[in-house]
């Protein structure tokens, strides 16, 4: 559970890296001063968290919801059927290797000290960790971008002007393989795969933008 969290805030921290640098690299390309690829950059940075924030606290209330109508249907059928309901949990301890014996003695045990826990946890794959928590997930999310996000927008101030574009592409480049081999090391994949793909994608967003700035040409 905790190299899940840990990869889902990387995510979320790649997420922010790569919109922000993006957005300021192709601003950069297209401006001649930096007040318009600092403001670009804070712009991108807030519209991002709470972007992902919005998105990720609405697909986990979803989420919620189908959970609470899924126990809230458990409930009825407890009341109204309550010896399918048990054999029907013995039938699932029976397919995890139990014997049929012990399954329907498992089952009677744990219905007996709270039937809606072991149905919510065995039938239905819920439980209070795994359980949809939609502020919890949204304010996650949209600090994990922030953390992200502002480290692109902070190195506008120190980078030179005339290479802005090939600072942040490095840069942003450099965290975005950093955290990578994080994400990667936490879920125990390939290092180099995860690195490749990062650094290939990343340059394509990049390179996009980049080429959209210098094709506009303009003050922006």
Same mark, same amino acid.
């Given at each position: 559970?905790?190299?899940?969290?840990?990869?889902?805030?990387?995510?979320?921290?790649?997420?922010?890296?790569?919109?922000?640098?993006?957005?300021?690299?192709?601003?950069?390309?297209?401006?001649?001063?930096?007040?318009?690829?600092?403001?670009?950059?804070?712009?991108?940075?807030?519209?991002?968290?709470?972007?992902?924030?919005?998105?990720?606290?609405?697909?986990?209330?979803?989420?919620?919801?189908?959970?609470?109508?899924?126990?809230?249907?458990?409930?009825?059928?407890?009341?109204?059927?309550?010896?399918?309901?048990?054999?029907?949990?013995?039938?699932?301890?029976?397919?995890?290797?139990?014997?049929?014996?012990?399954?329907?003695?498992?089952?009677?045990?744990?219905?007996?000290?709270?039937?809606?826990?072991?149905?919510?946890?065995?039938?239905?794959?819920?439980?209070?960790? @795994?359980?949809?928590?939609? %502020? +919890?997930?949204? $304010? #996650?999310?949209?600090?994990?971008? !922030?953390? &992200?996000? =502002?480290?692109?927008?902070?190195?506008?101030?120190?980078?030179?002007? @005339?290479?802005?574009?090939? %600072? +942040?592409?490095? $840069? #942003?480049?450099?965290?975005?393989? !950093?955290? &990578?081999? =994080?994400?990667?090391?936490?879920?125990?994949?390939?290092?180099?795969?995860?690195?490749?793909?990062?650094?290939?994608?990343?340059?394509?967003?990049?390179?996009?933008?980049?080429?959209?700035?210098?094709?506009?040409?303009?003050?922006?």
């Amino acid at each position: 559970m905790r190299s899940g969290w840990l990869r889902a805030a990387i995510l979320g921290a790649n997420d922010g890296i790569l919109s922000t640098a993006s957005i300021v690299i192709g601003v950069a390309a297209a401006s001649v001063t930096k007040e318009p690829i600092i403001l670009a950059g804070v712009a991108s940075l807030v519209a991002g968290a709470l972007s992902m924030a919005a998105g990720e606290y609405v697909s986990v209330s979803s989420q919620a919801d189908l959970e609470e109508a899924d126990l809230n249907r458990e409930i009825k059928e407890l009341k109204e059927t309550p010896e399918e309901e048990l054999v029907e949990l013995a039938k699932i301890y029976e397919s995890r290797g139990l014997d049929k014996v012990l399954s329907i003695e498992v089952a009677k045990q744990l219905t007996n000290h709270n039937a809606l826990e072991a149905h919510a946890r065995d039938e239905l794959g819920i439980n209070e960790i @795994s359980a949809a928590k939609p %502020l +919890q997930a949204a $304010l #996650a999310s949209g600090l994990a971008f !922030v953390f &992200g996000g =502002i480290l692109p927008v902070l190195a506008i101030s120190f980078l030179p002007l @005339s290479q802005m574009v090939i %600072l +942040q592409y490095l $840069l #942003a480049l450099i965290f975005l393989i !950093v955290l &990578g081999t =994080i994400a990667a090391k936490a879920g125990g994949s390939s290092i180099k795969k995860a690195i490749l793909r990062i650094a290939f994608w990343g340059t394509v967003a990049m390179g996009t933008t980049a080429y959209i700035g210098y094709l506009f040409g303009i003050n922006v």
